[in-house]
């Protein structure tokens, strides 16, 4: 028994703005079934003394602190510069 039809995936493939050949809207409705039955699978596992997580490793807070760091000297970033003036780095103009 299917879980979903082939309409459905050319509604899905339509909302997503995807064009799709009868023959590629079978191969993913079969592709989709599995992966449906594969989650319903999930459903029989006990999880009632589970407590709910957004992530599989107990992590806190990964970033780092964030502080102000002083940066490159001008001069430093203007030498890697293939064109500077005035202090700035001169780029090739883009309107008109």
Known sequence: MSRIST???KHVAHLARLAMTEEEAAAYKEQLDKMISFAELLNEL???NVEPTSHVLDMKNVM??????KGL?????L???PEHQYGY???PSIIE
């Open 46 to 48: 006990d999880t009632d």
């Open 7 to 9: 309409d459905q995936v």
């Open 73 to 77: 000297l001008q001069e430093e970033v």
């Open 89 to 91: 780095i001169k780029v």
């Open 64 to 69: 780092r602190e964030d502080k102000a760091e």
């Open 79 to 81: 030498k890697n510069a």
